[in-house]
């Protein structure tokens, strides 16, 4: 078996069921590496089905070589119910997540025993499959960024910077964005979440850009602020500060580091600096197939890093009507050493 129907078969071990209903497209697409919009998964302890329909039956044929995945030509729901009587399923595996109620409506008169199953789980050690594509994206990011920051935006608006980096990552041999990119320039910058407006980029002010995008189906996320001209004293700590935070964040990331003590560090450090007010989101979360998924770096979160899990370290500090400063990178968490993903990517230094 693979290493990946191995995990759902100790999953199904210890939560004594009989098998595992899959009916997002993210866990499907991760235990077969094959992306569809549509189907089911029921995965067994001995063999996983793989329900697809006719606009993607053929193309899974000629393409999946797992010995352990079975394909079937997927014509109607009942097939699910069949294949779980045939396979005497008496207890079933749900995710958590992403069952939906029409689901349960469909397979609680013929399985009385259904288990919710926190299946990001699954997702958190990646396989060398998908460190190799999560690089290939998280290069492409790092070179973008590198590229628009020796741009001359001012006279520009925030959304032709984010149609400009957008287009620059696909001619790289992105597929598309991870997410919609965060253009925030000047006061829009004490916005986290800004969404890019027809605001222009002008001299003497800081620009956060938040970009990410998806290469075979696995994502990247990565934040740089940078200034234009020279920018507000006050702002100019701020970076310093997030620059540090950022910094000792990176270095607490390691195997087994416990996701609130990462935090904490990148956390303090902030405040060390006078800032503690204006760090308003978690340090960090996972990247893989989601943009976020487990494992988390933010005060609630008691898990581990774990060897082969990936995790952004992104504090930030937002000073209403005056700006903000953001810096992410991705880290790969490895027993003998963490990875910086992101070193490719320049990043400021203010003296």
Known sequence: MSYKTELVKYALEINKADAFLIASDTNRFWISEFSSSAGYVIATKKIVYLFLDKRYYQKAIDTINDID?????????????????????????????????????????????????????????????????????????????????????????????????????????????SFDTIVASGKNGAYPHHRPTKKVIEDNEFVTVDMGCIYNGYCSDVTRTFPIGFPPDLLIDAYKAVYHSNSLGIEKATYKSIGKDVDKVCRDTIASYGFKDYFVH??????????????????????????????????????????????????????????????????????
């Open 282 to 351: 978690g340090t960090g979360h996972g990247v893989g197939i989601n943009v976020h998924e487990l494992p988390n770096v933010a005060p609630s979160y008691e898990g581990k890093l774990e060897n082969n899990s990936i995790v952004t370290i992104e504090p930030g500090i937002y000073i209403p009507d005056l700006g903000g400063i953001r810096i992410e990178d991705m880290v790969l968490v490895k027993k003998e050493g963490s990875i910086l993903m992101t070193e490719k990517g320049k990043r400021w230094i203010f003296n």
């Open 69 to 177: 995945i079975k394909i079937v030509c997927f014509t109607s729901k009942n097939q699910i119910l069949e294949c779980l009587k045939e396979n005497d399923v008496k207890t079933l595996m749900v995710e958590k997540e992403y069952f939906s109620f029409d689901d349960y409506l469909f397979v609680k008169n013929s399985i009385k025993n259904i288990i919710n199953f926190p299946s990001d789980v699954l997702r958190i050690q990646k396989t060398e499959y998908e460190i190799f594509n999560i690089q290939r994206a998280v290069d492409i990011t790092c070179e973008t960024l590198n590229w628009i920051q020796n741009q001359n935006l001012i006279g520009l608006a925030e959304i032709e910077v984010a149609n400009m980096v957008a287009c620059h990552m696909l001619e790289l041999g992105a597929a598309k964005n």
